[in-house]
């Protein structure tokens, strides 16, 4: 991924001490803890965000001329748990009433709440807004804020396929295989989202848009590289994929209307069609054979289920507030670019 540009002082000391060769640098960890206290919070600030998004890029897609080798060095490693530990306490703390809501014995059949707490989760509607009234710009906007993450959909979960046995396993399996296109490259999802990228005018290059995402954004894909990464948070590994499932469905099929509403053809779509008809299964499959299968093998994991489910339904309305605040007032939703730096690929 190219190097994108620093938001404050531990990202620019990241930026600066990862181009070079690898060697003990014990002050990344340090860099990462001040970092953490002075941030208000540390899912919405920018600095804190872009440097987990690097450190974690090493694990996934590697960064431009830094060494592979990175990934391993202790004082890497060492700063990336501080930001990951800082970003796990904060989503606890923010969900902590949710999941103690659904938690109480009479609620216990998991795949039934998970199903309730998703319908429910209304935030803010940027489907039915992009459905509706949204400009092309504004829909322009929008594929740029999913990019990092749907250019690279489904890897964060991929993770927890080794940690798994038996039916959870097993069903994890095969919705991941149709993320993936049952191993068709022209049917992964992935790669539908490059199309519909191409066929906005927009670059499909992953990463390119990096330096236009807010930290909101940026707390999704960091929050489900974080769950997918560590064997520990499988349980909330899995209840946030379940929640990504069972919210999609339905936003799916108003997105496709207004990439058609706004002019865009069935190929810039095609990704969004295929949501509509394929989420309604994988959420049935997520929920009840990858979530119930999981507690049902390992009970103690049922409250990092809710915490997954909750922490993704979150950030989400998070991320579609802040969007949908700032066209009310006229703005736009991205940071602001370079000059002369436009969406459009040939920027
Ligand atoms: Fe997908
Ligand atoms: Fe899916």
Same mark, same amino acid.
């Given at each position: 991924?190219?190097?994108?540009?620093?938001?404050?002082?531990?990202?620019?000391?990241?930026?600066?001490?990862?181009?070079?060769?690898?060697?003990?640098?014990?002050?990344?960890?340090?860099? %990462?803890?001040?970092?953490?206290?002075?941030?208000?919070?540390?899912?919405?600030?920018?600095?804190?965000?872009?440097?987990?998004?690097?450190?974690? #890029?090493?694990?996934?897609?590697?960064?431009?001329?830094?060494?592979?080798?990175?990934?391993?060095?202790?004082?890497?490693?060492?700063?990336?748990?501080?930001? #990951?530990?800082?970003?796990?306490?904060?989503?606890?703390?923010?969900?902590?009433?949710?999941?103690?809501?659904?938690?109480?014995?009479?609620?216990?059949?998991?795949?039934?709440?998970? @199903? $309730?707490?998703?319908?429910?989760?209304?935030?803010?509607?940027?489907?039915?807004?992009?459905?509706?009234?949204?400009?092309?710009?504004?829909?322009?906007?929008?594929?740029?804020?999913? &990019?990092?993450?749907?250019?690279?959909?489904?890897?964060?979960?991929?993770?927890?396929?080794?940690?798994?046995?038996?039916?959870?396993? %097993?069903?994890?399996?095969?919705?991941? &295989?149709?993320?993936?296109?049952?191993?068709?490259?022209?049917?992964?999802?992935?790669?539908?989202?490059?199309?519909?990228?191409?066929?906005?005018?927009?670059?499909?290059?992953?990463?390119?848009?990096?330096?236009?995402?807010?930290?909101?954004?940026?707390?999704?894909?960091?929050?489900?590289?974080?769950?997918?990464?560590?064997?520990?948070?499988?349980?909330?590994? %899995?209840?946030?994929?379940?929640?990504?499932?069972?919210?999609?469905?339905?936003?799916?099929?108003? @997105?496709?209307?207004?990439?058609?509403?706004?002019?865009?053809?069935?190929?810039?779509?095609?990704? @969004?069609?295929?949501?509509?008809?394929?989420?309604?299964?994988?959420?049935?499959?997520?929920?009840?054979?990858?979530?119930?299968?999981?507690?049902?093998? $390992?009970?103690?994991?049922? #409250?990092?289920?809710?915490?997954? %489910?909750?922490?993704?339904?979150?950030?989400?309305?998070?991320?579609?507030?802040?969007?949908?605040?700032?066209?009310?007032?006229?703005?736009?939703?991205?940071?602001?670019?370079?000059?002369?730096?436009?969406?459009?690929?040939?920027?």
């Amino acid at each position: 991924m190219r190097l994108p540009r620093p938001r404050g002082l531990l990202s620019s000391r990241l930026l600066s001490v990862l181009s070079g060769p690898v060697r003990r640098d014990g002050g990344l960890r340090d860099a %990462a803890a001040t970092a953490v206290q002075e941030a208000g919070t540390v899912l919405s600030d920018d600095d804190v965000q872009l440097g987990l998004v690097l450190l974690q #890029e090493l694990s996934h897609d590697g960064l431009d001329a830094v060494d592979d080798s990175w990934e391993r060095s202790a004082d890497v490693v060492d700063a990336r748990a501080v930001l #990951e530990d800082a970003v796990e306490a904060e989503l606890r703390d923010e969900v902590a009433p949710a999941v103690a809501r659904w938690l109480p014995p009479a609620r216990l059949d998991l795949a039934e709440t998970l @199903f $309730e707490v998703t319908d429910a989760a209304e935030g803010p509607s940027l489907a039915g807004h992009l459905q509706r009234q949204a400009t092309r710009p504004q829909l322009d906007e929008f594929l740029v804020q999913r &990019s990092l993450l749907q250019l690279r959909e489904a890897d964060a979960h991929t993770w927890l396929i080794p940690r798994l046995t038996g039916r959870p396993k %097993a069903a994890l399996v095969e919705v991941q &295989s149709d993320e993936y296109g049952g191993g068709r490259l022209e049917a992964m999802h992935q790669q539908l989202y490059a199309n519909t990228l191409r066929e906005a005018g927009l670059d499909p290059e992953y990463g390119s848009y990096l330096d236009r995402l807010p930290a909101t954004t940026l707390a999704g894909s960091t929050t489900a590289r974080m769950f997918g990464q560590q064997r520990r948070l499988r349980g909330a590994a %899995a209840g946030h994929l379940a929640a990504v499932e069972a919210t999609s469905s339905l936003p799916n099929r108003r @997105f496709a209307a207004a990439v058609r509403r706004l002019g865009l053809g069935d190929r810039a779509a095609a990704y @969004f069609d295929e949501h509509v008809v394929a989420d309604a299964a994988h959420e049935q499959v997520v929920v009840r054979d990858l979530c119930g299968g999981l507690v049902e093998q $390992e009970p103690a994991l049922l #409250e990092d289920v809710l915490f997954g %489910a909750a922490s993704c339904l979150l950030l989400d309305a998070r991320m579609a507030t802040a969007v949908l605040d700032a066209w009310a007032a006229g703005e736009s939703s991205l940071l602001p670019a370079e000059p002369q730096q436009r969406l459009g690929a040939a920027s």
